[in-house]
């Protein structure tokens, strides 16, 4: 790490003063429609699939 | 220094000072009640009449003049400890005004009783936070201790103790600036990494009846402030739900506005880890949102899959961002049974395609060793299944002596956010 640089990035990390005490909340700020917890496997073609595929398989064989 | 202007108080004598200092208190003007006692307010003229002024008299003069006005007599060491402050004010010297600010400070505790001195308080306490960390975190300190990050620690400690005692209902009361106290004194544990010692505000909030719905009666930004520490608190100690809620309490309600975005981005960061072990997913949108695309993109796919050997490279290529964030340890440690439980639901979804709902532990000790985990024999594998289930992350039971794990027909593999949220 960068001893140098070692202010800067702490002051980076850290939490600031709110500029005001008090704001309106958004009501839609609950931005779960980004969030997802119910994943499909979706990713059936990639590689790690592919080999587990693969191995799983031939062990049924 | 301020250039002069219209609005600028005549207080370039000890005299004149005390008598608008008087003024201010009669009508409990919180505004002036802060503006006076900042030596920053004065702009050079009346800053050197003033200080010609203290010279001229000795302490014994100062404090007949403060005596005269009756309504002062709280505020007599102060006022003193303030006349001292102005007097050897030097801007090129931190370590000095940290020293003076501190003296200030301590009158200060005996001085505060009304909500209308809050604003000072939070003034004066910015002022030591600030101090205190360019004294102890200028690039010339080689050395990595922080002695005036600790003292600002205590003196915080010793205002909040002053505060939380006081008798009077909540909103009329200097109790209403407990939680700022309380966040300043976190920011400083945070800084020098001892986190133990945010346990006795803690405790003490919740003696005093702080927490709970009266939380709520504390102004936003307080709240939220509070909420992200509490949160990575509990992260630290291992405490992923908790941790969840308090950081979800954050992101919530912090402000969208863009000075806000830079506090925003760091709860998002530690509600997304706690969301990570749990089983909740941002999408890419929000990734690149907050500008963590790059970090955590590759890492979450790893997780989805199972796949500890990719999950393990990439904890280890971006090492040092992980550790500087705090989060290399949970990330490490704690991503385990979320891993488990995809692995094993893949090798169901793969090896139970029109079949019965059943999974081997020989196939499983494949799938572990595809996935990186190269050791593990039929006794892991059993304990990983039978801890998945007893987690509720899976709905079956193994058969120790077949070695075959029998899922249920119906969710075998039930949401796992959702069942921690039960907790």
């Not at chain 2, 899976?394 to 969710?411: C, D, G, P, R, W």
């Amino acid at each position: 790490m960068d001893r140098n640089n070692s202010t800067q990035i702490d002051e980076d990390d850290d939490f600031e003063d709110f500029p005001a005490n008090d704001w309106e909340v958004q009501k839609d700020q609950d931005d779960s429609q980004y969030w997802e917890d119910n994943w499909d496997d979706s990713d059936i073609d990639d590689e790690f699939s592919k080999q587990l595929r693969a191995e799983l398989q031939n062990n049924q064989n | 220094m301020n250039v002069n202007d219209s609005n600028s108080m005549n207080i370039s004598d000890a005299y004149s000072f005390c008598s608008k200092l008087s003024e201010i208190v009669d009508k409990k003007d919180e505004i002036n009640f802060t503006i006076i006692f900042n030596p920053e307010e004065l702009d050079e003229n009346e800053y050197n009449t003033l200080v010609d002024n203290l010279n001229s008299l000795d302490n014994e003069i100062i404090r007949e003049i403060i005596d005269s006005f009756p309504n002062l007599e709280l505020y007599d060491n102060f006022i003193i400890s303030y006349f001292h402050l102005v007097k050897n004010w030097d801007y090129n010297d931190n370590n000095k005004l940290f020293e003076l600010y501190r003296k200030l400070y301590i009158d200060f505790i005996q001085v505060f009783s009304y909500t209308w001195h809050i604003i000072l308080l939070k003034s004066l306490s910015r002022s030591i936070i600030q101090l205190a960390f360019l004294c102890d975190l200028s690039p010339e300190n080689k050395v990595k201790n922080y002695p005036k990050i600790e003292e600002a620690s205590r003196l915080f400690s010793r205002m909040f103790n002053a505060v939380v005692n006081d008798r009077e209902s909540l909103e009329n009361s200097k109790k209403m600036s407990a939680y700022f106290i309380t966040n300043l004194a976190f920011k400083t544990y945070f800084k020098i990494k001892n986190f133990n010692l945010c346990q006795s505000f803690i405790q003490k909030l919740k003696q005093y009846d702080l927490d709970k719905e009266n939380f709520y009666k504390f102004p936003l930004a307080d709240q939220v402030t509070f909420s992200y520490y509490n949160g990575r608190l509990n992260l630290y100690n291992e405490k992923v739900i908790s941790a969840e809620k308090h950081l979800y309490h954050a992101y919530i309600n912090c402000s969208d506005d863009v000075e806000c975005q830079k506090n925003k981005r760091l709860i998002f960061l530690y509600l997304l880890v706690t969301r990570l072990i749990l089983g909740k997913f941002p999408n890419e949108f929000l990734l690149r949102k907050y500008g963590y695309y790059e970090y955590f993109i590759d890492l979450i796919k790893s997780i989805k899959q199972g796949n500890f050997k990719s999950y393990n490279e990439i904890l280890k290529k971006q090492q040092n961002w992980f550790i500087r964030k705090g989060i290399y340890i949970i990330l490490k440690k704690q991503m385990n049974t979320i891993m488990y439980r995809n692995l094993i639901m893949k090798v169901f979804t793969i090896t139970t395609e029109g079949r019965k709902p059943l999974i081997t532990y020989h196939s499983l000790i494949k799938a572990f060793k595809i996935a990186g985990i190269d050791d593990f024999d039929l006794d892991d594998v059993e304990c990983v299944a039978v801890s998945l289930i007893h987690k509720g992350y899976m709905k079956a039971f193994v058969n120790n002596e077949t070695q075959i794990i029998y899922l249920s027909k119906k969710e075998p593999f039930p949401n796992p956010f959702k069942r921690n949220s039960f907790n």
